[in-house]
């Protein structure tokens, strides 16, 4: 029998052949543990892993007695630690490690280059950490905490749900050993190692992880033949249940189902002779239940997830025949990304006033080609759609924000004019067709990071679909219930493939990546390399944060750029005065980091929490209904600096016009509050107005300093500060470098005037443009500039001013 002292913690297979047993504790005796698998005689060879190996999965080992932590680089394929400082955080430095506590290179045989710190440990009072271990975790000098990966053999949760590293001083290395099994791990059942009394169920890990295929999936017609094939690794059986456009379902009968054979690389397939256009499908799959990682039920209708159309969030799905649909006939080229201005709205949203009634993609796009389309008249050329792919709305008519998707490929049956006949393919064509011709590139909300009800992708193999919490639940950092396993192969192909499809069968122009940084930097950089040669001005826009961490600076040197939370929280406080103008200096010149290119997405309100208005009024209860004249003061502020800033301006349909939600913060389920109304526009005209004729003059040639996608060299700007006040005054192209307009930019966010000095400019080389209420690009009238008299510049309150040099400096 085995040391009482001792038992398995865990136990997993690596490959086909080979898995890995942890012990509680080390193993230091002479022999091997007493391991074997069940049925007796599987079990060919068992050896101990090694410390150093063992090291570089589970973050640290013991060496001549002294703690090393140690980083292995495969294992966190998003982080270059050649260029980013990695510092170990834990119980023992208060979780906030110095530059002394920064990893530094090795080279160890078997593993490469691998990144460690010894001797931080020494001395440690391990009484105080609890006496047997302590947490830990990496992270980078800028704050961005590592995710601990999912090969780790010592992932603990903290009592907030954070997943770390656990040292311990009992599992030092010595505790892991490797075995060799003379038959294959069965994926569709479940191996048992023997340890003693104990049944230790071996896991499918890294091995479940590496299965993939190459075979086209879905549902799909070619050569006089339909294909039905899904990948489900673990499952023992699937089946198709189909049956024709037409058929009275309420009847029942007439539906075929058939058994599809497995591939022998986790796809499942049948064929079918003849086309089947617009025939309905379902899978359903059967497989060993342990409770934790599969959730197989034979009984439950499974939605394909590669199907093309859907008709609705249950399914079924429907065949579509490639031949069968129109695809673009050209490519539109959508702007460069230096001179987008994006706004973001909801299909039905902005149009459920004019049209009235559960609205769609048809009335989206009558909309757009109309004379009156707002977008068309604010000037606008990005139009940003909340998401559009299938999601989970119980009945066609709720209102949805589309967050919680259901499948990547289909356009919402919910928007469609005739779902069961698959219009809505045809129908998001034609939406997409209908903003081209406006001017407007089409930008789509896309969310990979976790799914919605039913949970299609579970049904087929919930532990290899989704990342799953040391305790075996669901991850949760979405705060949606669920993460998708971004780094799994076919989860990578599912994303990839579903993006190129937008891009083929609808000539998308972009993408914004919902809660990007669970997807990871892998697989964003295997989206741009697939994904640009197939439209080579693609929009690649990344949300960078999720409730676990922020991408920071990772997507550095990629043609990302990234919605800029840190803009959005300071002007709230900037244009009541209380924040500083060191941090307009920095969103002004495009929040620059160390990459060649500015990556900034700048905004102050999108679909989520309050919109602006009702974060600034001065009314009660944060409702901004009926806006005091101050409130419609800070707006224009507040654009004025939008469009001043470098990198990429981005508005919530409406913020022009004063949109107001009463004061409500979540309002993803109100339609009736989300809803524009355009009797705001003609109330609140002014400030529409000035918006536009800033949008105008930023796209204008005129504008051509404002649009600079390159990070700007170091004699671009001269900055103008007050020491008593939060005003500031901007020179862009002040050395004159760049063959564009020099311009001037001033804000005054206080309640009362501002001498701003600014020596060294010559107030009367610019003619004043802009003020904080009108803009004229022939310039203003006398009345409405300001004073500027012997380098003081006089700034009323609640005031912005723009200036174009008459001559360029030099010149």
């Known amino acids: 029998m085995p040391e009482v002292s001792h038992r398995v913690l865990a136990a997993c297979w690596m490959t086909r052949f080979d898995g890995v047993v942890v012990l509680s504790r080390d193993w230091e005796g002479e022999g091997l543990p007493p391991l074997e698998m069940a049925p007796p005689g599987v079990l060919r060879r068992v050896s101990r892993m090694g410390v150093r190996r063992c090291a570089l999965f589970s973050g640290y080992c013991f060496e001549e007695g002294e703690v090393v932590f140690v980083l292995w680089p495969e294992l966190f394929p998003g982080v270059d630690c050649e260029v980013e400082e990695i510092r170990v955080a834990g119980e023992f430095n208060g979780w906030g490690p110095d530059s002394g506590w920064a990893l530094r290179a090795e080279w160890w045989e078997g593993a490469g280059c691998v990144w460690v710190l010894r001797g931080a440990l020494s001395g440690v009072d391990w009484g105080a950490l609890g006496g047997e271990g302590c947490a830990f975790k990496f992270v980078t000098a800028r704050g961005v905490w590592l995710d601990v990966p999912g090969q780790a053999f010592n992932r603990c949760v903290d009592g907030r749900g954070c997943v770390n590293f656990h040292l311990s001083r009992e599992r030092t290395g010595l505790h892991v050993f490797c075995f060799v099994s003379g038959a294959p791990a069965s994926l569709a059942g479940r191996d048992v190692l023997l340890w003693g009394r104990q ?195 119980v009945r066609a008519g709720d209102y949805h924000w589309g967050y919680m998707p259901v499948n990547w490929f289909a356009p919402a049956s919910a928007y469609a004019r005739d779902a069961g006949a698959g219009s809505q393919i045809a129908d998001f064509q034609d939406l997409v067709a209908a903003c081209h011709e406006a001017g407007l590139a089409v930008i789509v909300d896309v969310v990979y990071n976790h799914v919605g009800a039913p949970n299609h992708l579970e049904r087929l193999d919930r532990a290899y679909f989704f990342e799953q919490a040391p305790d075996g639940g669901l991850s949760n950092w979405s705060g949606c219930g669920n993460d998708v396993r971004a780094r799994a192969p076919l989860v990578r192909r599912l994303v990839v493939e579903s993006l190129r499809h937008w891009v083929e069968c609808f000539d998308v122009d972009g993408f914004r990546f919902d809660l990007a940084e669970l997807l990871g930097v892998p697989l964003l950089r295997e989206v741009e390399r697939v994904l640009r040669p197939v439209k080579p001005g693609l929009i690649l826009i990344a949300e960078p944060w999720s409730f676990r961490g922020h991408l920071g600076g990772a997507l550095a040197g990629m043609g990302f750029v990234s919605w800029n939370d840190g803009f959005r929280e300071f002007f709230p406080a900037y244009v009541h005065g209380a924040a500083g103008s060191d941090g307009l200096r920095y969103f002004l010149g495009g929040s620059p980091g160390s990459a060649p290119l500015l990556q900034a997405l700048n905004y102050t309100e999108s679909h989520d929490d309050r919109c602006w208005l009702d974060r600034i009024t001065e009314n009660a209860g944060n409702d901004g209904t009926v806006p005091t004249p101050n409130d419609a003061r800070r707006t224009r502020l507040m654009g004025a600096a939008l469009f001043a800033s470098l990198g990429v301006p981005m508005l919530a349909a409406g913020q022009d016009f004063l949109r107001s939600k009463a004061g409500l913060n979540n309002t993803y389920l109100r339609g009736d509050v989300n809803a524009l109304d355009y009797a705001r526009l003609e109330k609140f005209h002014d400030t529409h107005v000035y918006f536009r004729d800033w949008i105008a003059f930023r796209l204008s040639d005129m504008g051509a300093a404002l649009r600079r996608h390159e990070r700007t060299a170091e004699g671009f700007f001269r900055f103008f500060q007050c020491a008593h006040s939060n005003a500031l005054g901007a020179w862009y192209n002040a050395d004159g470098a760049l063959a564009v307009a020099s311009l001037f930019f001033a804000i005054n966010p206080h309640s009362h005037p501002v001498a701003l000095s600014v020596p060294g400019v010559d107030g009367g080389g610019f003619r004043q443009i802009a003020n904080g209420d009108v803009f004229c690009a022939g310039g203003l009238a006398a009345a409405d500039s300001f004073a500027w008299h012997a380098g003081i510049l006089t700034l009323p309150a609640l005031s912005a001013g723009l200036w174009i040099a008459e001559l360029r400096p030099g010149s």
């Open 199 to 393: 049944r230790v169920p071996v896991g499918h890990g890294e091995f479940l992880l590496q299965q993939n295929s190459s075979v086209e999936l879905g549902a799909r017609v070619y050569g006089g033949r339909t294909c039905f094939r899904v990948f489900a690794p673990r499952a023992s059986g699937v089946v198709v249940e189909l049956w024709p456009p037409g058929m009275d379902e309420k009847k029942g009968g007439g539906r075929e189902r058939a058994a599809l054979a497995a591939l022998g690389d986790g796809v499942w397939e049948w064929v079918r002779e003849g086309s089947l256009h617009g025939w309905r499908y379902w899978f359903f799959v059967s497989g060993e239940n342990d409770g934790v990682s599969t959730a197989f039920d034979a009984a439950v209708p499974v939605l394909d997830p590669w199907a093309l159309a859907a008709e609705g969030p249950s399914g079924p799905g429907l065949v579509v025949d490639g031949a069968r649909v129109s695809y673009p006939g050209g490519q539109h080229r959508p702007p460069p990304v230096a001179d987008l201005v994006v706004v973001e709205g909801h299909v039905r949203d902005l149009v459920a006033r004019v049209a009235g009634g559960a609205t769609g993609f048809r009335e989206l796009a009558e909309w757009i080609r109309s004379p009156g389309c707002y977008l068309r008249a604010l000037g606008v050329n990005a139009l940003e759609l909340q998401p559009v792919q299938e999601f989970d709305a």
